[in-house]
């Protein structure tokens, strides 16, 4: 049960992120700079977590899985949000569950089960129902879901690596580690610090992803990918949610895109159940 709180928890905190990326996005040009002006106060929250528990110790192989998430995924991540928006991006990076999986038979040897094809279907469905919408917003732009699939294959390969190395320190001192490495690829993208203005504009995104984060090594400190992953992506769900709550009149939330996050998320499940 514990495991379950913390996947929703990490879950619903990303899906606010998510929202509140867009938000700050509003007024700040470059994406890189919102990229590194969201990672910094995310990483001061793990800081922060590592004081009540940390292990130093081994944080090497967490420092290489940060080059890929937070690192390339959160730049990634961004870009998407910039250009298709909140909601969508959501829905897009929520199929991270069946790239997670497809990670697992290819290099774990699990074995493959009719339930997990239809789960992975349904997520096939609602990516391809999210694509295809024909009353898309002028936004919605096809490069778009491609950085939020990447994102989404950055994220899968990161939680597989974390999982396996789990034992080797703490949850907190891993996010944090992990946190570190995609601090430096930020800043390593733009080459600049953010300025004041992007930091005030992106620093609530920024808490809510050290959250989420710290929340998410804990989950998978206890439970297998299988598990934490199709839970995890629920945050489509709230992304969608909130967006259709806050920022509904620039996202164009309609019954399309409800459909394809219920598709992805229902698909997910289906693979953790399965799993």
């Known amino acids: 049960m514990t495991v379950v709180c913390l996947a929703l928890a990490s879950a619903a905190l990303f ?3 998510t929202v509140a990326v867009r938000l700050g996005l509003r007024g700040v040009p470059d994406a890189g700079g919102a990229a590194v002006a969201t990672i ?4 001061l929250v793990a800081l922060v977590a590592t004081t009540y528990r940390h292990d130093y110790h081994h944080l090497w192989p ?7 998430a937070p690192g390339g995924s959160q730049t990634l991540f961004t870009l998407a949000v910039r250009e298709i928006g909140a909601s969508r991006t959501s829905v897009a990076v929520g199929g991270a569950p069946l790239v997670a999986v497809a990670i697992a038979l290819v290099f774990l040897g699990e074995p493959l089960r009719v339930p997990l094809i239809v789960g992975a279907l349904g997520v096939v469905a609602g990516g391809v129902l999210l694509a295809a919408e024909r009353d898309r917003p002028g936004h919605l732009r096809a490069r778009g879901l491609l950085f939020a699939a990447g994102a989404a294959a950055l994220f899968a390969t990161r939680d597989n690596v974390i999982r396996a190395l789990h034992a080797q320190a703490s949850p907190e001192s891993a996010a944090a580690a992990t946190l570190v490495a995609g601090t ?3 800043f390593a993208w733009t080459r600049r610090a953010p300025s004041r203005n992007e930091l005030k504009r992106l620093a ?3 808490v809510m992803f050290g959250l989420s984060y710290v929340f998410l090594f804990e989950a998978y400190w206890r439970g297998r990918v299988s598990v934490v992953s199709p839970l995890v992506a629920t945050e489509s769900l709230w992304g969608v949610a909130l967006s259709a709550i806050l920022i509904r009149h620039t996202e164009g939330v ?3 895109l409800a ?3 219920l598709l992805v998320v229902a698909g997910s499940a289906l693979i953790g159940a399965t799993r």
């Open 15 to 17: 899906g606010g992120m």
């Open 40 to 43: 910094i106060p995310a990483l």
């Open 62 to 68: 967490f420092l290489l899985a940060g080059l890929l």
């Open 184 to 186: 430096l690829v930020a």
């Open 204 to 206: 609530p995104a920024g």
């Open 254 to 256: 309609g019954r399309k």
């Open 259 to 261: 459909l394809g996050a």
